[in-house]
C-alpha cells in the first residue's frame, strides 16, 4: 500500500512543475519575454500571414499596441485597485499571468497565419482574434476563480479587463470590425466563465464527497503555502483529514562520561518526514537538530526510518508533540557506558548493520547500489516479531541512499532487506557490550540550498570506536542520493581512519516542490558538486574523530500520540487529487479546442 501512496504522490510531480514553469519567471524573464512575444513572434505572424516581409514591422506595432501596452496597463492597474488584497497575486506574479495571456494570444495569432495563408476565407488577423477570445477567457477565468480569493466582481474583472482592453485596442486602432470583435468578446465571455463555473463545480462536488470540505479552498491553502511559504492554513486542512495514531520512537543520548554533557543524540522514528516544503513533518529532522544543538551544545541526528507517506505528521504542533516528548524523557534516563560492536551483514541486494546498546538494537538497512525508496512500515512489524525477547527495543533505519530514478521496492528488496537485518542482529546479539568511545560533528556546507536537494540541517557524523573499531554514521539531511556517493563517501571515512561507516539521509522533504525536475526534488549528488560535498563530509568526518572521548549512553524509546494523515485518509486525498489533476488536463485542452472550433463556426 506504501508503494501506491508513493506513486500516487510523485504522479502529481508533472502538474505543479507546470504550474512551477508558469508562476515563478523573474522579472526580467517577464519583461524580455513579454518584448520577444509581442514583437518577433507577432510580426512573424503578420509576415506569414500576408507573405510580405514588410508585414513584419505591422506586426510588431500590432503585438505592442494590442498586447503589451492593454496586458501591462490592465495587470498593473487592477493590482493596485484591488489584487495587492489577494496573498497569491503580487505585481510580479499579476506581471506573470499576462504573459502568460500574451503566450496564448501569440499561438493563436501564429496559427491563425498559417490557416490564412492555406485558407482562402480566415481573414488575419480578425478571425485569430475572435479565436483568440474564446480560448483566452476560459483559461483565465479558470485560473482566476480557483486561484483568487477576492471577491465575485473583482475576480470577473481581473478575468475580463485585459481582453476587453485587447478587443478595444484592434478595433480603435487596427479598424478590426468592431461588430465581430464585440460579439466574439460577447460570446467568448459567456462561455468561459460558464466553463471555469462548471469545471469548478464538478470538482467542488466531488471534493466535497470525498474529503469532506471545499477543494478549491485547500488549492488555495496549498499555493498560499506553496508559493508564499504560509502553512498554517493548508495545515488546519490536513489536521481535519488526519487521524490520530501512535508512531514507534527510540532516541540515543550520547554523553560525555567525564563531565556528563551531551555530544549526541539520534532520534529513529516510524514518522515520515512530508509531505513537502514547511508543512507537516517535512521540516523535523532541521527542527530537532536545531533544538539539540541550543538546548544541549550537541549535534542532533533524524536518520530515516521505516515509514510510508501516510505517517506524515500534518502540522507544527505535532512535530511540537513528539520533540517535548523526547527531552522529557532523555532527563529521567539511565546510562550505560558499554554496548556492542557494529555488526554487518551482507547478502546479494541489501547491506544491513545492527548495533545494540542497553538492549535497543540500532539497525541500518540499504540495498545501494541498487534503486531504495521508503521500506514499507510492515518491515518493522515483521522484524520485531521475530526478534522478540531478544532485544528490548528496535531503532530500524531505512538509509535511503540510493536513487536514480523513479521506483518502488520490490518484494525481492524488502525480503533481501530483511535477511540482512535478521542477520546482522543474530551477531548482535551473540556479542559481549564493552565500553566505547564517541565523537560527533555538524556542518552546514555554505552556499548549499534546497534547490541542490541539500536540507538546512547539513552533514551530522556520529563516529564510534569500540573494540578496535571506529564505525561513522554518516547523516545527510537530503532526499535520498545518487548511485555510487554512499561507497564514495565510505571510502573518504576509511581513508581518514574509520574502520567502516554507513551512509544516510533524512529523506526531508523540505526539498519537495522547490525545484522542477524529474522526481519533484533533486537526490544528494545530484546537482551539488560532489567534489566540495565529499570534502565537507571528510571535514565532518575528521572533527567527529578528533572528539572521541569515553560516553555513555541513554535509550528512550516508545509510543507517541500524533496526528498523521493515515492511511484511509492518504488515499482519499491522493485519489482526489490525482484524478482532479487528470480531469483538468483532459479537460481543459479538448474543451478550449471545441470552443475555438465553434467559435471559427461562427465566422465562417
Known sequence: MAQSFSQRIKGTTPYYNMIRRVVFPSTISIVVLLLVLTTIGVGSSFAIANNAAQSFIEGILWGLLVLAV?????????????????????????????????????????????????????????FAIVVGLFIVVPVRALAVFSMSRVNFIKRTLFTLVEPVLTSMSVVLIFQVSAALTMMGLTLASLVGLIFAFSLISVIEMHGRRIIGFSPIRMFRAFLTNWLEGENQELESYLNELGVETEIDLTT??????????????????????????????????????????????????????????????????????????????????????????????????????????????LVTMTTSPYDMEDVPSEVASRLAGLIHGRFTHLALVDAHNCLTGPTTMSSQKIGALEEAALSALQVSSEENAISFRVGASHRVPVGFTLKDGLGPAGISVLGIEIGGQRFAYVNVDGNNMVRGLREEILEVARRIGYSDGEVMTTDTHMVNGVVSARLGYHTIGEVVPKGVLLEEIAAACQEALSSLERCEVGVVSGQVPVTTLGSKSLRRLMSFVHRISTLTAMALFPVVIVIAAFSLLLLM
Open 70 to 126: 492593454p496586458s501591462f496597463a490592465s495587470s498593473s492597474a487592477l493590482y493596485f485597485a484591488f489584487m495587492k488584497e489577494d496573498p497569491l497575486f503580487y505585481f510580479r506574479r499579476c506581471q506573470a499571468f499576462s504573459l502568460f495571456t500574451i503566450t496564448i494570444w501569440v499561438t493563436v495569432l501564429f496559427v491563425g497565419s498559417i490557416s490564412a495563408s492555406v485558407l482562402t476565407g480566415f481573414v488575419f488577423p480578425d
Open 252 to 361: 540515543l543520548a550520547f554523553r560525555s562520561k567525564q563531565n556528563k554533557k551531551m555530544k549526541a543524540l539520534m532520534l529513529v522514528s516510524n514518522y515520515h518526514p512530508g509531505p513537502f516544503l514547511n508543512v507537516g513533518s517535512s521540516a523535523l529532522p532541521f527542527v530537532f537538530q536545531s533544538l539539540v544543538s541550543r538546548k544541549f551544545n550537541a549535534v542532533g541526528f533524524v536518520p530515516h526510518g521505516v515509514s510510508g507517506h501516510e505517517l506524515n505528521l500534518v502540522s507544527q504542533e505535532q512535530n511540537v508533540r513528539l520533540i517535548r516528548w523526547v527531552i522529557s524523557n532523555i532527563e529521567n534516563a539511565r546510562y550505560l557506558e558499554t554496548a556492542t560492536p557494529v555488526a554487518r551483514s551482507r547478502n546479494e541486494i541489501a547491506t544491513a548493520t545492527s548495533q545494540v546498546f542497553d538492549g535497543c538494537a
